[in-house]
Nanobody, 124 residues
Framework: QVQLVESGGGLVQPGGSLRLSCAASGGTFSSYSMGWFRQAPGKEREFVATIASGSGRTYYTDSVKGRFTISRDNAKNTVYLQMNSLKPEDTAVYYC?????????????????WGQGTQVTVSS
């Protein structure tokens, strides 16, 4: 069973930056594609970014392109989400997820394991 633990959330002013981390244990991290999703109050969970295993190919939702960067360190079993130029509409609980396939997926249903989430609040 894979366990995922997110960290790095918090309160930040508009235009600021945060780096989220997601530490994985209990599985073969390097073989999983990893994703970040977010859920704002009253809204459905939405895809943010993903990074494939092996190739390291990345894909982002349009609203974060050029501002967010997903990366992974297989030696540390950790995936990161660097978030720059944050906006109030980025406020949400951010979840990381692991997909046992090696493909890039944007649908939450494709992911097999989920973390508990970390709150990101962008406000002045």
């Amino acid at each position: 069973q894979v366990q995922l633990v997110e960290s790095g959330g918090g309160l930040v002013q508009p235009g600021g930056s945060l780096r989220l981390s997601c530490a994985a244990s209990g599985g073969t991290f390097s073989s999983y594609s990893m994703g970040w999703f977010r859920q704002a109050p009253g809204k459905e969970r939405e895809f943010v970014a993903t990074i494939a295993s092996g190739s390291g190919r990345t894909y982002y939702t349009d609203s974060v392109k050029g501002r967010f960067t997903i990366s992974r360190d297989n030696a540390k079993n950790t995936v990161y989400l660097q978030m720059n130029s944050l906006k109030p509409e980025d406020t949400a609980v951010y979840y990381c997820a692991a997909d046992r396939s090696s493909f890039v997926h944007t649908s939450s249903g494709a992911y097999d394991y989920w973390g508990q989430g970390t709150q990101v609040t962008v406000s002045s």
